[in-house]
């Protein structure tokens, strides 16, 4: 198994390396115009300096710290909210409509009343996050409460296990599966919600350096700043992979 996964990153490796030379050779041929697609080169040129420089360093820390705020709010209120209504079937039946109605709503439109409620800091972009990043933990979490076996919660129950013992030892292991299926992705909305609200108004954050470089026509740059984003954001989920490992350690291969 090991020795398989270390070729597949070989492979990916080397396709990687592929892309990247494709790319360079279709500018250098003017086959993709280097003014709309950028140039490699420049584009890793441009990621130097950035980091040698330390430049980048004050946007990169807003843009995760505004991230990993959202991705940890929205992910302990979609899972509180879910094993809740998950375990009220009254409540969950009442809501239901209105959660549907919320989640069907392009989360973007708020992010102008949430600037206007919290400002252009840090914390209208948290907002936004969350509400993002809410809902992807929120229905797997429910559809997990939901979906635990039956014949397993009978068997709880026929050996006297009581509520708190039920929701620790059935629902939360059942749970945890589907939340862990959409953190991957809560992830990289995270990264969205903070990246779209520096976009709408902010002085700091990697969102902020692509609008700037997309004002001046800087493509190499924009480029850059979205590569910065897709490395950092490949990186907390490969965190997320691992708490997945430990985490779910019961569960068979």
């Given amino acids: 198994m090991n020795a398989r996964n270390g070729m597949m990153n070989v492979y990916r490796l080397l396709m990687f390396v592929a892309s990247m030379l494709i790319w360079h050779v279709l500018t250098q041929t003017k086959i993709l115009p280097p003014f709309f697609f950028g140039e490699p080169l420049k584009v ?22 505004e991230t990993m705020l959202a991705f940890i709010g929205g992910t302990l209120l979609g899972l509180v909210a879910g094993l809740w209504l998950g375990l009220q079937p009254t409540a969950s039946d009442l809501l239901s409509p209105y959660l549907k109605a919320f989640n069907s709503m392009p989360r973007l439109i708020l992010a102008p009343i949430f600037a206007v ?22 229905f797997n979490v429910f559809h997990g409460v939901r979906e635990v076996n039956p014949v397993v919660l009978a068997n709880a129950r026929m050996i006297g296990a009581n509520k708190r013992q039920l929701l620790r030892m059935v629902y939360l292991p059942s749970a945890m599966t589907w939340v862990f299926a959409s953190l991957h992705n809560a992830v990289g909305q995270a990264f969205v919600g903070a990246v779209i609200g520096e976009y709408l108004g902010s002085v700091k954050g ?21 590569l910065t984003l897709t490395a950092f954001a490949f990186g907390l989920d490969m965190i997320v992979s691992a708490a997945e490992r430990r985490l779910l350690r019961w569960q068979p291969n």
């Fill in 44 to 65: 890793a040129a441009q990621m130097w300096t950035w980091f040698s420089s330390g430049s980048i360093y004050p946007h990169l820390w807003i843009t995760l710290l």
């Fill in 117 to 138: 409620w919290f400002g252009l800091g840090i914390w209208s972009k948290v907002a936004l996050g969350i509400s993002i990043v809410f809902f992807l933990v929120f």
């Fill in 206 to 226: 990697i969102g902020y350096l692509i609008l700037e470089a997309e004002g001046i026509f800087d493509i190499d740059a924009v480029i850059a700043g979205i």
